[in-house]
């Protein structure tokens, strides 16, 4: 037997709905960030966190919980109780994980898409004592040192592990693979000198490229950087078919109320489209980029399968 809602139930319940939807949020919001402070992803959510708390006139706590790549404060996002006061910023690498990590919550049931907020792409830099200042350049230096060039990621499985992984398949030179708990680490030690390469996301590293204390050689997707227009593509600089693009969207816990989740989906969208914010994401090297719930999870969906593909031709695996 199917149970069905009279239609006096059904228009109560939506206007139940409704009113729980604006009562919220009643108390401070948790926004979950799985690095350390200092990466695009943190930078982005301390954006979005600051704007949301404005608009909804309540707190909103930024929440750093590093490890596994960011599995750990995903899955803490996965236990918290679905009503919209837990949410985590989050990269491509979410997608990336189910393929070399053994999850304890499920990706796409456990967690739920609220909406994208950037497309962030991530830029191939040399600490200023390597002498190349091309990629080609670049590559010769590095076929000729097989090993001895270390490159820092944010993590195993992280874009910007993965994108290091394809460039060395791509390039055919050999490098050192040295994860950090997150992006700010790594960029602290390619700073110090510990570290010669790395390809971090443009917002963590662009005002360090802006001072020379990075080179910049080359962007990982098929088109230009508007934060760094001067920098070629990878592939324009030689490396042919090479293309590494990143998303950066917000979830929350499964089964938060369709209501809320469109209302904060729809916050970030109006939050989005404001020239002020859109002028300040781009000028960090993030250029804004909107989505529906359904749309933001199909993209997770489609990512989960695509790299998992990459995964098992690259050989990775945790260290």
Known sequence: MRFRLS?????????????????????????????????ATDILARVVGQQLSERFRQQVVIDNRPGANQTLAAELTARSAPDGHTLIMVPSGYAINPSIYKLRFDPLKDIGAIGMVAMVPNVLVVHPSVPARSVADFIAYARARPGELNFG??????????AGELFQLHARVKLTHVP???QGQAMT????GHLKVAFPSIPASIQHIRTGR??????TPRQRSSALPDVPTLEQAGVAGFEVSGWYGVLGPARIPKPIVARLNGELVRMLQDPAIRK?????GADP??????????????DIKKWAEVVKAAGVKLE
Do not use: N
Not at 153 to 161: C, E, M
Not at 289 to 298: C, I, V
């Open 7 to 39: 239609p006096f139930a059904f228009l109560l319940w939506v206007a139940c709905a409704s009113a729980f939807a604006q009562s919220y949020p009643d108390r401070p919001i948790r926004f979950l960030v799985g690095v350390v402070p200092g990466g």
């Open 153 to 162: 990621s944010s993590g195993v499985g992280s874009p910007s592990h993965l």
């Open 180 to 182: 950090y708990k997150g």
């Open 189 to 192: 030690d390619l700073l110090g």
């Open 214 to 219: 990075m080179i910049a050689l080359g962007v």
């Open 280 to 284: 300040m994401l781009s000028g960090e």
């Open 289 to 302: 980029l909107t989505s529906t719930p359904e749309e933001f999870a199909r993209t997770i969906a489609v």
